[in-house]
């Protein structure tokens, strides 16, 4: 909801995660001309009964998201955050922790993560290869990115 008012995308705790992931501060993050955010739906769908949100409707990807896509040519580095990005990009097939676990297989251009939302934080707990492993690869590419 945050996010909604502000109009801003990841300017909230998982914002703050995901900079953190990528080892890049706020005024990186959002310098348009370094870093693009595409986001899911386009919108705010709203919550579901438990106060999760809502999947991204998918007439907003269909009206958008290809259209957008068009815009960006030579992309260095995509991070697919959460399962609706993974699902789109890469296809249907494994879980989250699946396809992130196989990030090597995407690398160096593509780096599948868990959505950086606070309720994934037991995921992280139980997952520390994500940390481990991941993580320092992922800054180690973002850096070379935003120096090309």
Known sequence: MR?????????DPSGDR?????GIDHDVFYDRTRIAITPMAFCFPGYNAKGSDLPPPKICSDT???????QFQDI???????????TRHLGRGTSVT???KSWRD?????F???HPSWRNTGWLKKNPWFEAELLPELQLRVSRALDE
């Open 112 to 114: 599948p993560l868990p």
């Open 98 to 100: 699946d396809t992130v």
């Open 18 to 22: 995901l900079r953190q992931w990528m």
């Open 3 to 11: 996010v909604h008012k502000s109009g801003i995308p990841f300017d």
């Open 106 to 110: 995407h690398a160096p251009r593509v």
């Open 76 to 86: 260095p580095l995509t991070l697919l955050v959460g399962g609706y990005a993974q």
């Open 64 to 70: 958008w998201a290809d259209k957008v896509d068009l």
